[in-house]
């Protein structure tokens, strides 16, 4: 959510932004519309056996297999410049990382047509996740982070991870906001 909200700054760095998940294309598209994202490419991998489990980001073990939460940056030759891997479902990078290591790669901009599903979009968009239920989401996030962090030892590692999960939900939240105001 937080990235499709800045397609204009991940194309006036050079970069394209796709997200991969297992999800069928049928529910991609109706996210997609749901959402409202236009320059937001929505790649499914079913079993993650075309993309999530050659890059390592794959998890087994959860729900029959998802995508672990990650952000892996190619320059245009392929190399493979960037890295960020969530340690669950809740993790997430943070966005000035990623365009720190956009800017360095010193790309030309690049103005790509709107992305659009290779399927029929759903009439009933009911079962797909609900902007409105975002900010509840993520504000729940925020203060049980808030607590763990109050109950954590200073200095601990459990009070940082939880200092890094109420700065994620803050950046989500102001994203959310963002993209409200454009509707």
């Excluded at 990235?3 to 796709?18: N, P, S």
């Excluded at 509840?136 to 601990?156: L, T, V």
């Excluded at 991870?161 to 409200?180: K, N, Q």
């Amino acid at each position: 959510m937080r990235l499709a909200t800045k397609y204009d700054d991940i194309h006036t760095a050079g970069a394209e932004f796709a997200a991969v998940s297992v999800d069928d294309e049928i529910r991609q598209a109706g996210m997609s519309a749901r959402w409202r994202l236009t320059h937001t490419r929505l790649v499914s991998d079913p079993g993650g056996e075309q993309l999530l489990q050659p890059l390592g980001l794959f998890d087994p073990e959860d729900r029959g297999g998802i995508a672990l939460p990650g952000m892996v940056m190619f320059d245009p030759d392929g190399n493979e410049v960037y890295r960020y891997q969530g340690r669950d479902f809740a993790d997430r990078t943070n966005d000035d990382d990623i365009f720190d290591a956009l800017g360095a790669l010193g790309l030309s901009a690049v103005s790509p047509e709107a992305w659009k599903p290779g399927v029929d979009v759903p009439d009933d968009l009911a079962r797909f996740f609900r902007p409105s239920d975002f900010g509840a989401y993520f504000r729940g996030n925020r203060f049980g982070a808030i607590a763990i962090g109050g109950r954590a030892e200073k200095g601990s590692e459990a009070r940082a991870l939880a200092r890094e999960h109420r700065l994620m939900a803050d950046a989500s939240l102001e994203a959310w906001d963002a993209w409200r105001k454009t509707l």
